[in-house]
């Protein structure tokens, strides 16, 4: 709702700094009296002295900018009957501007609180856009904290993507994320930075793309105009510092389409007020991506006045007052494709140190000047009236600097001039960056992307450094008089001088005023460094004279003095200061608000790990570890919302990790490195080993993995999957040590598969060291398959009842960093016996689990429970008839999850037996009815897994026509899994392969079959377009073999990833064809010869070197777990051990 329009008779402005005084004036030029009103904190005042509003209104602190409800009540007192919010701040608060206009009945300058709901939240501005026919990134749907959401979309597109907070904006809760390594911790700051904590997450447009926003203003009545377009490419973490108008590409066209494009969404909400519509544009593919909405006056809306001489904030005014496009002069369409004659750019000024990693410079401004002349204007705060001090409270930007021109050549010369003669003095600022941007060809010529001033920061630092240098170096020698008038302001700051001399007077505490008091005398020697009212280091003598009580004594000291903001003056009894020179001190190196510790005492930490988070600015900012060590001691937050800590504080301490006794062991040679492998890993398999041998084996592997295990687990990875099957608690976590070095994608299938075989019967134990196991940050997120064995539910309840009791829902697994450390993606209760549903609703709200069982007995979950789940899997042992009806029952169930939760389903599992019948018409008419109760939720669902049953009655083709329903049903399915449970019916899975059809299949996994090689390449060629990896777990050929089979299809098939595991596992195939090329790891048995001649096998020595062949398959690998059951460890250890002799003839030599 947009309140009437009426007169402006009190204005309150509801912010600070240069926008305040800039809104200030405004309001003095309107034709009708304003009677103004702005607001100012203690420290914070400087824009009421330029701004010159009629009152000035306290507040009582930097927070109260954000405090609605005092904002409203300030309102009210004052018969204030219209605020202008500027930017930032409150400016996008629905909330703000419905409030102040139903409790104070004043007039929030904007859109009005629907239009701004709509277009401030990131994701129904882009729902908007898409239904105006505008083209949008690729992006979830819905607002998430859930990490496997996040992980599954970016699966799905590819990265890079970017995380976004769905309400931040000034660059803050924006994370660009090139690899899954850094997910989590980019989820995690985004979030930080976000008042809501969700996010949305995107897929990312970044090489080649320029951010091009469109000025938009509207009457209110579905009248809207453009007045043309900025290029605000140049970023640093998102924000922007050097905007232009208009963007300098050469295809007008394309830029004409992003205006109508931006017009057409405007029209739509028929927009009042100011506005910005921002975009991504391609200029060399010709494509553009809606990006956001800002429903408010704009920091860069400057550029856009100087070329279209318009006064936005004015127009403003007149249009809250009533005044339509015509009136204020904007009544005729602009052309798109002709912008006007002049170019104008706007340069950010900010406080901050470009070489400590942009931190804020806190500090008083002592001297500021910006020269001035033709096309040149300033908007600051900076007045001589009032010192401005630069803190941790507000932004760091001091000044914008606008300079305009006819031509863009001449902008830029403008724009270097003016840059060369401005002079700031007290803190440090930006201004280098800015002169070598400006110098730079990228720049001039506009090849500057929106990655391009982050790739290139080093370099840029370094030449606006030089250039900055040759600016003082070029100055002419200026007349004594002269010098010390330039000089002047930054000389009053200097309070302490060389040769300087005072005393100190020590009175005791306690006594009386007339009583006798100590006189000490000091004598400054010398100035280390003089950055007063930031610090000054100086040494300094002792030199009190003798008395009769006290003898002489002359000695030297340092002395430093530091500013007393809010943030220094947080050095407190339980901040230390760090030694730069011991490496064992992590240090803070900037000032701000710490708050995270990551670590705690006894912890081991790897160099470069990150150990805090500290916010500065709204942004969140890594602190990590110089080097690898055990944490001592760490600093302990005084406060829940963070502590403010100055530059320099010591976060914790580390000492060097002892070598243990196992890792004293001479490791192994690298020279034969995979056959020493495949040794280390056949020996861990044997669990009688005894520990001492299995401790010197361990640190073997250490000294492979930084060079083979990353090799062996990107080819090989089902290797490491058996070897860990076998391994207790307490081994597998130091295996999980000796194997730091590999990278995850290859750990992911080394922990998952560890889970699944060790964990489906959890006794109390095995739960405790799951929990353990949880707070692993590798090891977490692959904790997938647990299920509870009901005769120990009581003590699998007392475990968790800890972490459940007094926890109410909005708490657990949101506001708790040691709840999120427990990750489960899935879980079954067999039976469900007394506790269980508590016991399974602990677990939902306690761990990130995203997939429920179901089972043939009572739902037991609660809607509590069922908010955030995204996948459901059936688990029936029931008669075919009773399953069908327990199917159907199910289906109701997951429409009621969908429906509950909000939130899209992705995954789908039915295991244990279902009958083929099962997915025949009957049951598939059911959900179709049922999934538009669940609006549209099942139509997500992309992980579809199946487990088959036989039922002769049913036909071929109708088995088919029942998964391609299925599959049509749920329209996004991109990963099928097969499971025949021992069918042999070739005649079945003749016409799936025919028939079955999956649009967007990238992952398909078939088991359980025998089949003929014809079937296999046909299903394989019907999706070879979009296959990325498939699985076929014992498969056998009735007709053909393996190695026509991929001779077949290796021509046509882009699959990265081909596993092939043959019956009785005895014959493995893992194939990767981008990676390796044509070679190809081979554990075979009697099928090895034919494969071993396929055209595919090293051709080369060295190939050979990395691809062993063994003529019989190691023991641990054919014989899966069943080799280690009681009574066989004998016969067990036997066949390892004949195997590794029977092999080392064969390993590749040393001398190669």
């Known amino acids: 709702m947009v309140p009437p329009a009426r007169p ?420 440090k600022t930006n201004i280098d960056v800015l002169r070598a941007v400006i110098d730079s060809a990228d720049f001039r010529e506009w090849r500057a992307d929106t990655q391009w001033l982050e790739s290139n920061l080093n370099d840029i630092v370094a030449c606006g450094q030089k250039i900055s240098q040759s600016i003082q170096s070029n100055k002419p020698s200026l007349p004594a008089s002269s010098v010390s008038q330039t000089l002047s302001a930054a000389a009053s700051n200097v309070l302490l001088r060389k040769g300087d001399a005072w005393s100190i007077d020590l009175q005791p505490v306690g006594e009386k005023s007339n009583s006798s008091q100590l006189p000490h005398h000091l004598l400054l020697s010398r100035v280390l460094r003089n950055e007063f009212p930031t610090s000054l280091r100086a040494e300094i003598e002792y030199t009190t004279p003798a008395t009769v009580s006290t003898p002489a004594k002359t000695a030297a000291y340092i002395m430093t003095l530091s500013t007393t903001s809010t943030s220094a003056s947080a050095l407190s009894s339980t901040h230390r200061l760090g030694d730069p020179n011991n490496q064992g001190h992590v240090i803070l190196p900037i000032s701000g608000k710490l708050i995270e510790m990551l670590v705690a005492e006894g912890d081991e930490v790897e160099e470069n790990a990150v150990i805090a988070f500290v916010k500065q600015m709204k942004m969140e900012i890594e602190v990590r570890s110089p080097r690898a060590g055990r944490v001592t001691w760490v600093l302990e937050l005084e406060s829940e919302d963070g502590d403010d800590v100055p530059e320099g504080v010591l976060l914790a301490e580390l000492e060097a990790i002892e070598t243990t006794a196992a890792s004293s062991v001479a490791p192994l040679p690298p020279k034969r490195a995979v056959k020493s492998a495949f040794n280390v890993k056949g020996y861990i398999t044997e669990e009688s080993v005894a520990s001492a041998t299995r401790g010197a084996l361990f640190a073997s592997t250490r000294s492979l993995a930084s060079a083979v295990m990353p090799v062996l687990l990107e080819f090989a990875p089902e290797l490491i999957v058996m070897v860990a099957s076998k391994l207790d608690s307490a081994d597998f976590f130091n295996f999980r040590l000796a194997c730091r070095y590999i990278n995850l994608t290859s750990f992911h299938h080394f922990g998952a598969r560890y889970f699944r075989t060790r964990y489906h019967m959890l006794e109390r134990r095995s739960l405790e060291n799951l929990v353990e196991v949880s707070r692993d940050p590798v090891l977490a997120p692959y904790v997938c398959s647990v299920q509870i064995c009901p005769q120990h539910l009581t003590s699998d309840f007392h475990v968790f009842a800890p972490w459940v009791r ?89 429409v009621a999850v969908a429906i509950t939760s909000q939130i899209p389903l992705e995954r789908f599992q039915v295991l244990h037996g279902l009958p083929d019948k099962a997915f025949g018409p009957e049951i598939i008419a059911i959900p179709r009815r049922l999934a538009d109760m669940a609006r549209g939720h099942l139509m997500s669902i992309s992980v579809l897994d199946l487990c088959v049953g036989e039922d002769d009655r049913m036909t071929a083709e109708a088995w088919v026509d029942g998964v391609n329903g299925f599959i049509m049903l749920f329209r996004n399915v991109a990963d099928l899994t097969l499971d025949f449970q021992d069918s042999s019916d070739l005649r079945r899975f003749h016409g799936m392969s025919e028939g079955l059809l999956v649009p967007r299949l990238r992952s398909l996994a078939i088991s359980h079959l025998r089949c003929s090689e014809d079937d296999l390449a046909r299903l394989f060629f019907r999706h070879s377009s979009t296959l990325e990896m498939i699985s076929l777990k014992s498969v056998r050929l009735k007709q053909g073999t393996f190695k026509s089979l991929i001779q077949k299809v290796q021509g046509y098939l882009k699959t990265e990833h081909l596993f092939m595991d043959g019956d009785d596992n005895q014959d493995v195939v893992y194939w990767n064809f981008t990676k390796v090329g044509d070679s190809l790891f081979v554990f075979a048995g009697k099928d090895v010869s034919e494969i071993a001649q396929a055209s595919f096998m090293p051709s080369s020595r060295q190939e050979a070197d990395m691809v062993p062949l063994f003529t019989q398959p190691p023991p641990f690998l054919s014989d899966g777990l069943s080799l280690h059951e009681e009574g066989k460890r004998d016969e067990a250890a036997k066949r390892d051990k004949r195997w590794m002799q029977g092999n080392q003839s064969r390993a590749p030599s040393e001398s190669r």
Not at 350 to 361: G, I, T, V
Request: one cysteine or more; hydrophobic letters at 40%.
């Open 8 to 427: 402006i008779r009190k204005l309150l402005v509801a912010n600070r700094g240069e926008i305040a005084v800039r809104i200030l004036q405004a309001a003095r030029e309107l034709p009708n009296p304003v009677e103004t009103y702005a607001l100012y904190t203690p420290d914070d005042q400087s824009h009421c002295e330029l701004g010159a509003p009629n009152h000035a209104l306290a507040l009582p602190s930097p927070a109260s900018y954000m405090d609605v409800s005092l904002l409203v009540k300030l309102a009210k007192e004052h018969s204030i009957d219209t605020v202008h919010p500027g930017y930032g701040f409150l400016s996008e608060s629905p909330e703000f501007a419905q409030r102040m206009w139903e409790e104070a009945g004043a007039k929030v300058i904007g859109p009005g609180w629907e239009v701004l709901a709509q277009t401030g939240d990131k994701l129904q501005a882009k729902e908007l856009a898409e239904a105006c026919g505008v083209p949008v990134l690729k992006a979830i749907t819905q607002p998430t904290s859930d990490l496997n959401v996040i992980k599954a979309f970016a699966a799905e597109v590819g990265y890079p993507v970017m995380i976004k907070a769905v309400d931040g904006g000034g660059g803050r809760g924006i994370r660009l994320v090139r690899s899954e390594d850094t997910l989590q911790a980019s989820v995690d700051r985004a979030m930080g930075e976000s008042p809501s904590k969700k996010v949305f997450v995107e897929k990312a447009a970044v090489e080649g793309y320029h951010h091009v926003e469109v000025q938009v203003i509207g009457d209110g009545t579905g009248q809207v105009r453009h007045l043309w377009e900025r290029d605000c490419s140049i970023q640093r973490r998102f924000q922007k510092i050097v905007e232009c108008a208009p963007a300098l590409m050469k295809d007008r066209k394309l830029i004409c389409l992003v205006i109508e494009a931006a017009l057409r969404i405007a029209n739509r909400i028929k927009y009042l007020s100011l506005g910005t519509f921002e975009f991504l544009v391609n200029e060399q593919v010709s494509e553009f991506y809606f990006l956001e909405i800002n429903p408010r006056l704009q920091v860069e809306h400057t550029i856009t006045e100087c070329i279209t001489s318009v006064d936005l904030v004015r127009s403003q005014f007149l249009l809250a007052q009533g005044a339509s496009l015509q009136d204020i002069g904007l009544g005729e369409n602009r052309d798109p494709e002709t912008p006007p004659g002049p170019h104008s750019i706007q340069l950010r000024l900010c406080a901050e140190d470009p070489n400590a990693n942009f931190a804020l410079s806190i500090g008083k401004i002592t001297g500021f000047h910006v020269p001035g002349g033709n096309g040149v204007r300033v908007d600051t705060n900076i007045s001589d009236l009032s010192p401005v001090v630069v803190g941790s409270d507000f932004d760091n930007m001091v000044a914008k600097i606008i300079v305009t021109a006819a031509s863009w050549d001449a902008v830029i010369s403008k724009a270097r001039r003016v840059l060369e003669d401005t002079k700031i003095s007290g803190i």
């Open 806 to 894: 007094g926890l109410d829902d909005e708490y657990v697994g949101v506001n708790n960093a040691a709840h999120k450390q427990l990750l489960y993606e899935q879980y079954s209760l067999i039976e469900f016996g007394l506790g269980s549903a508590y016991l399974s609703g602990a677990l939902v709200r306690l761990t990130n689990c995203r997939t429920l069982g179901i089972s043939d007995h009572p739902w037991p979950w609660g809607a509590a429970s069922q908010k955030r789940l995204t996948g459901v899997r059936f688990t029936s042992e029931v008669s075919q008839k009773e399953s069908i009806a327990f199917t159907k029952r199910a289906f109701r169930m997951i």
